[in-house]
């Protein structure tokens, strides 16, 4: 009797272990196709989000840029009067710094320079990395006595200043003037038998560039045109106090962003530190 028992409940183990195992199996395929579509749900909404928000950024900034494109043609034909008035004698020095390739297009370099002297800037200093601006130097000059005779035959609208000063400056300007400032600082404080680690302060860097020739005037406000937020390797030791502000693509300079950012200039007002 109980042999027939255990006989029995083997076969019904043997018949349940399929049913069980079949079972587990569908269980399993429908839970694998249910993580499948919430998955494939999942990254549906997650790109459906991404859609949206990169939507959203493109409109806000498209909006931005034609809030900009009408306020440069405000400026520019002088309808916002707050900006009709700068106080130009605040920016005594500007430098302007041009990214290389860009530097080789004239024709836009003399229409910068001719928006900011006409604007009432005097003294101007002009710099790119590697050198293209000094090698056009006689070309720029020649070309802003050009607009500067149009003017005053009256072919041309505005005024300008009847003496622009301009300085070019590159790249390689700066490694003379290092390698000369260190030498003389050397020779006055390491070369000398005096015990102690010496102290250099920013007067004696100062003095050396001096010496050597390569102080050069501080800009009052550094523009850059070019598709970087740096002064492109501009001597750091005539920027120390000098407002930097980036202007963008020299191919894509507005004269109302150029009144903007002077007009800024002028308003801001700068503590220097003892």
Same mark, same amino acid.
Request: aromatic share 8%; glycine share 6%; proline share 3%.
């Given at each position: 009797?109980?042999?027939?028992? %255990?006989?029995?409940?083997?076969?019904?183990?043997?018949?349940?272990?399929?049913?069980?195992?079949?079972?587990?199996?569908?269980?399993?395929?429908?839970?694998?196709?249910?993580?499948?579509?919430? *998955?494939?749900?999942?990254?549906?909404?997650?790109?459906?989000?991404?859609?949206?928000?990169?939507?959203?950024?493109?409109?806000? &900034?498209?909006?931005?840029?034609?809030?900009?494109?009408?306020?440069?043609?405000?400026?520019?034909?002088?309808?916002?009067?707050?900006?009709?008035? +700068?106080?130009?004698?605040?920016?005594?020095?500007?430098?302007?710094? +041009? !990214?290389?390739?860009?530097?080789?297009?004239?024709?836009?370099?003399?229409?910068?320079?001719?928006?900011?002297?006409?604007?009432?800037?005097?003294?101007?200093?002009?710099?790119?990395?590697?050198?293209?601006?000094?090698?056009?130097?006689?070309?720029?000059?020649?070309? @802003?006595?050009?607009?500067?005779?149009?003017?005053?035959?009256?072919?041309?609208?505005?005024? @300008?200043?009847?003496?622009?000063?301009?300085?070019?400056?590159?790249?390689?300007?700066?490694?003379?003037?290092?390698?000369?400032?260190?030498?003389?600082?050397?020779?006055?404080?390491?070369?000398?038998?005096?015990?102690?680690?010496?102290?250099?302060?920013?007067?004696?860097?100062?003095?050396?560039?001096?010496?050597?020739? &390569?102080?050069?005037?501080?800009?009052?406000?550094?523009?850059?045109?070019?598709?970087?937020?740096?002064?492109?390797? %501009?001597?750091?030791?005539?920027?120390?106090?000098?407002?930097? !502000?980036?202007?963008?693509?020299?191919?894509?300079?507005?004269?109302? *962003?150029?009144?903007?950012?002077?007009?800024? %200039?002028?308003?801001?007002?700068?503590?220097?530190?003892?």
């Amino acid at each position: 009797m109980l042999l027939t028992a %255990f006989f029995l409940s083997v076969k019904l183990f043997r018949i349940s272990v399929p049913l069980f195992t079949n079972l587990s199996m569908d269980l399993g395929n429908e839970v694998q196709k249910i993580l499948s579509w919430t *998955s494939v749900c999942g990254n549906l909404g997650l790109h459906l989000i991404w859609l949206i928000l990169h939507l959203i950024i493109n409109v806000w &900034y498209s909006v931005l840029g034609i809030a900009r494109k009408v306020e440069n043609t405000l400026i520019s034909s002088g309808l916002l009067k707050s900006y009709n008035a +700068i106080n130009i004698s605040k920016v005594r020095y500007l430098a302007v710094v +041009i !990214e290389s390739e860009e530097a080789r297009q004239t024709s836009k370099v003399l229409e910068l320079l001719h928006w900011l002297a006409s604007i009432g800037i005097k003294s101007i200093c002009l710099y790119d990395r590697e050198g293209v601006l000094k090698k056009s130097q006689e070309a720029i000059i020649e070309g @802003l006595n050009k607009s500067q005779e149009s003017i005053i035959d009256g072919s041309d609208h505005g005024t @300008l200043p009847e003496h622009v000063d301009l300085e070019f400056v590159s790249f390689a300007d700066s490694k003379p003037a290092v390698a000369k400032a260190a030498n003389l600082l050397f020779v006055k404080h390491y070369a000398s038998t005096k015990p102690g680690k010496p102290n250099i302060t920013e007067s004696d860097m100062s003095e050396a560039l001096q010496a050597a020739g &390569y102080e050069g005037r501080e800009p009052d406000l550094l523009l850059v045109y070019g598709p970087v937020r740096c002064h492109m390797g %501009f001597p750091a030791w005539r920027i120390r106090y000098t407002e930097i !502000e980036h202007m963008g693509p020299l191919k894509s300079m507005k004269f109302g *962003s150029l009144i903007k950012t002077i007009h800024k %200039f002028t308003k801001v007002h700068q503590n220097y530190g003892q």
